[in-house]
């Protein structure tokens, strides 16, 4: 399954109570927290709840939708990642200011994410514990700055402390996740929250994690506390959105039967440069035999940027005969106006007419060096070609290839994920599209490929080395 990843432009943690004022929008670390209130009056002053608030820039997203980069109708998810920091030792410190008050890690509750309403700043502050201290002294440090518990923007409130004061009362889109033990990592489902965006329902202002409603009313003398890194970190474990797609194109132009549909696929290029086609309602596609048209009028899928398709199924063909797709009225401007033709041949049965068997096979790659400098702003292809060991044939049977991307050796970013084999001049090519616009700087990469077939897998020995910087 492919994946793109969506990092946060701005963050902040919000607190009530005696942080009501203070923001934390520069910590490499939110820390949220319920509870600490005790049962008198002057304790109960000092319970607090916070929220962590994040704005991903949809931007690029909705650029690759447009173009069909990303097909909508093959996304599958939107998934909110945030990876557990666990409170360090002083943020578990008792403190003993009014009576005891005792923190703890917590433990067995749900977060939620919800969507927020309206504009808001990042604000300067960086430690919420720390800023209550310094506020406390005379004068005024001015050192925290909003959006806060209580303000969005300097002149903006939000229109209940908290941004809501019941969140999945107050939105229609919310999700949730239930902790165990509390180390866990959110990985939470958003799909509709990101649907509702992107479609116009509601404008993006970004999203808020918070304890689900019924733990942040809980008072007590213990407050529990819970924490994750942000996109202030200095490291690789940086919040994201991951994008979820199943887009690989696997063209069936040299396996086509009479015992089975199979997708045959045009596409489109300006140069060397994938291109959309102007018009594509005006397009459709007959199948000829001799100049005589077996199927007429079939109408072209939009697959992704540059890639159509149409299935088809050509029950009363014998092997060996040769057949002409020809997509007609295809147009890159109002006034390019083209047929475009390809041939296929009729293959053996499918099922029957091959012996399966596992076979040695080499992989050629190409379009990236091992060991390579690869910069934000590339979008490499990469090409991984199969043939038979010993030999310049591809193989005559079924075979997928999967690619995996590992982080520093050790956190996946993409899972095994089909690469794309095509049909481009009689030619059988694999290849799958590298996008570093999403990986992180100064991070070492490993590209692992696999082939499955009959129920197998097998890591190919070769493998892919690269290291990303932004592009300076």
Known sequence: MANYRIYPKKSNTIASGIFQNLNSGQNAITELWYGGGGTGVVPKMRNSISRFLMYFDLTDLKDKINSKEINPSLITSYKLHLTNAIPSDKTLQDEYEFDTLYKKVAVSFDLICFPINKEWDEGRGYDLIKEKFLVKQAGNPLISGVSNWNQ????????????????????????????????ENVEMDITNIVNNWISG????????????RPFEEISGNTRYISAFYTEKTNTAFKPFIEVNYNQAIVDDRKQISNNRPSNLFLYTFSGHNPVNIYNLSAVTVDIKKDNNIIQSGLTPIHYTKGVYYINVWLSGATAGEIYTDVWKNVSFSPYDVQNISNTFQIQKNYFTSYTPSIND????????????????????????????????????????????????????????????????????????????????????????????????????????????????
């Open 201 to 212: 329902g509601q404008k993006n202002y970004g999203l808020a994690i918070a304890y689900s």
């Open 152 to 183: 969005a923007q300097q002149l903006t409130y939000w229109d209940e402390p908290g941004v809501f004061a019941n969140p999945t009362a107050s939105t229609s889109f919310f999700s949730t996740q239930h902790f165990d033990i509390g180390n």
């Open 361 to 472: 096979y080499v992989l050629d790659i190409y379009g990236i060096d091992n060991g390579e400098i690869v910069r934000q702003d590339e979008n490499i292809r990469i090409f991984c070609d199969v043939r038979i060991n010993y030999s310049a044939n591809a193989p005559k049977t079924k075979y997928d290839i999967e690619y995996q991307i590992l982080m520093n050796n050790q956190i996946e970013v993409t899972p095994w994920t089909k690469v794309n084999q095509i049909i481009l001049e009689d030619c059988q090519k694999n290849y799958f599209d590298l996008d570093a616009s999403w990986l992180l700087h100064n991070q070492t990469y490993k590209i692992f490929l696999r082939i499955k077939e009959m129920g197998t897998y097998r890591v190919m020995p070769n493998s892919i080395d690269f290291k990303v910087i932004k592009p300076f």
